[in-house]
């Protein structure tokens, strides 16, 4: 082979090393999307995501469902959401969830009291407890770059 020949190889060998570098990084990336049960929007909650790490991390649904969870590590990821009661008072724990949730909210995000003071309750619905919990939601997904979109549509339980 000549060096013009040569150099397109050598070029492809190289950015595919650098590829399988850079996926087997242990990096990590966001996720975003739209949380809806039946159709419609999650209004208020959070999504919690877990990897091979069982490290949580989460992110706040918005009140058009929208969500957004960061630090999450590449890999395949097991996924709960949680939509509490919103409350007008004060923040409470809910005591039904489960541990791995409950532990990750014990004061209110962002400092807010009064958590779901802006929370349309016309719009808020209870969901199955089976999406509370990464272990029984039957929701993944597989995180490999910087931002990954994933809707999350849950469905009625039979």
């Given at each position: 082979m000549n060096l013009q020949t040569c150099k397109p190889i050598v070029a492809l060998i190289l950015l595919l090393t650098s590829l399988g570098v850079a996926g087997c990084s242990g990096g990590k990336g966001a996720v975003s999307?739209?949380?809806?049960?039946?159709?419609?929007?999650?209004?208020?909650?959070?999504?919690?995501?877990?990897?091979k790490d069982s490290m949580p991390v989460r992110g706040e649904i918005d009140p058009d469902g929208?969500?957004?969870?960061?630090?999450?590590?590449y890999g395949d990821?097991?996924?709960?959401?949680?939509?509490?009661?919103?409350r007008k008072?004060?923040?409470?724990p809910e005591r039904n969830l489960p541990e791995e949730v409950k532990k990750?909210?014990?004061?209110p995000?962002?400092?807010?009291?009064?958590?779901?003071?802006?929370?349309?309750?016309?719009?808020?619905?209870?969901?199955?407890?089976?999406?509370?919990?990464?272990d029984?939601?039957?929701?993944?997904?597989?995180?490999?770059?910087k931002l990954t979109t994933f809707d999350i549509e849950l469905k009625p339980t039979p």
């Amino acid at each position: 082979m000549n060096l013009q020949t040569c150099k397109p190889i050598v070029a492809l060998i190289l950015l595919l090393t650098s590829l399988g570098v850079a996926g087997c990084s242990g990096g990590k990336g966001a996720v975003s999307g739209k949380v809806t049960y039946a159709g419609k929007p999650v209004v208020f909650g959070v999504v919690l995501m877990v990897g091979k790490d069982s490290m949580p991390v989460r992110g706040e649904i918005d009140p058009d469902g929208n969500y957004t969870v960061k630090d999450v590590p590449y890999g395949d990821i097991r996924v709960a959401v949680n939509s509490p009661m919103p409350r007008k008072d004060r923040w409470v724990p809910e005591r039904n969830l489960p541990e791995e949730v409950k532990k990750h909210l014990k004061e209110p995000p962002k400092g807010d009291a009064s958590i779901g003071a802006g929370v349309d309750m016309k719009k808020w619905f209870e969901l199955p407890s089976k999406y509370a919990s990464h272990d029984t939601s039957e929701v993944s997904v597989k995180v490999n770059q910087k931002l990954t979109t994933f809707d999350i549509e849950l469905k009625p339980t039979p």
